[in-house]
């Protein structure tokens, strides 16, 4: 289905054992608007619902000893299934620790998905066979958090709000911190002074080019000072 601005909607399954966790914040929002207007289709999948015994087990110990337990490749895969469209455009990503560290091109990239399919991992994490049948493995960051299901809160948020008519204007996004490798130039609303801070004179003179040219420099410096490194990429 496409919108009526004629971009692609992203249907986002999250594979949980947690999907409550979801609630508040997907029901907030930008990323609730973004679902009224038909823009981002979120689905949860409770992978509870996939265990066989009569607990619903879908976990088990790790083969070799060590403590915690495994979500089990069998299960896991079985969501998948249930979910999984038969589109190039389908994308798996196993959340995890250990994979690529998820940025802003990253996002760009997924962007053009008509499906992404999260798995969500917990306590000591999948089965390594799972990563025969997944396309990714995305990590936020190098540190290790109970369960991927705030990974992929920050996936979804992300992704979502660079889909056309998610945010407000499109030069909103253009403008942003990360585009053309530089932080966002510092920003002042009401009041003109606080605490004896003024608001650099320049955006209050309606010279919209010195204005812009004033953006660019500061973005720069700002750039040089907080994140060298963006320049040199
Ligand atoms: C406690 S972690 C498992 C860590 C695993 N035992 C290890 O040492 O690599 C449980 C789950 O949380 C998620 N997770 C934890 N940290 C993450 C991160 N930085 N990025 C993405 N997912 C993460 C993954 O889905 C993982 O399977």
Redo the contacts with the bound molecule.
């Keep these: 289905m496409k919108n009526e601005i004629n971009i692609p909607n992203i249907q986002f399954d999250i594979i949980t054992l947690f999907p409550q966790i979801f609630d508040s914040v997907f029901s907030q929002s930008i990323i609730l608007k973004a679902q009224e207007k038909g823009l981002v289709k979120i689905n949860l999948i409770n992978l509870r619902d996939f265990g066989e015994d009569r607990h619903k087990t879908v976990d088990a110990k790790p083969y070799g000893g060590g403590s915690?337990m495994v979500?089990r490749v069998d299960i896991l895969l079985k969501s998948l299934k249930s979910v999984k469209k038969i589109s190039k455009k389908s994308k798996t990503i196993?959340?995890?620790?250990?994979?690529k560290t998820?940025n802003q091109k990253t996002a760009k990239k997924l962007k053009s998905s008509e499906q992404i399919i999260l798995?969500?991992?917990?306590?000591?994490?999948?089965d390594e066979r799972i990563k025969n049948f997944i396309d990714d493995e995305?990590?936020?960051?190098?540190?290790?958090?109970?369960?991927?299901?705030?990974?992929?809160m920050v996936l979804i948020d992300t992704v979502s709000r660079l889909i056309g008519g998610v945010v407000g204007k499109k030069n909103s996004i253009k403008e942003e911190t990360f585009e053309r490798s530089l932080l966002k130039y510092p920003q002042y609303a009401k009041p003109l002074e606080f605490e004896g801070l003024i608001v650099p004179k320049v955006l209050l003179s309606g010279n919209h080019q010195e204005i812009e040219k004033w953006r660019v420099t500061q973005s720069l410096k700002k750039t040089k000072i907080l994140r060298p490194d963006l320049l040199k990429a």
């Design positions: 915690g979500l196993l959340l995890s620790p250990q994979g998820f798995i969500c991992g917990h306590y000591e994490g999948v995305i990590s936020i960051g190098d540190y290790v958090l109970t369960g991927g299901e705030i990974p992929a």
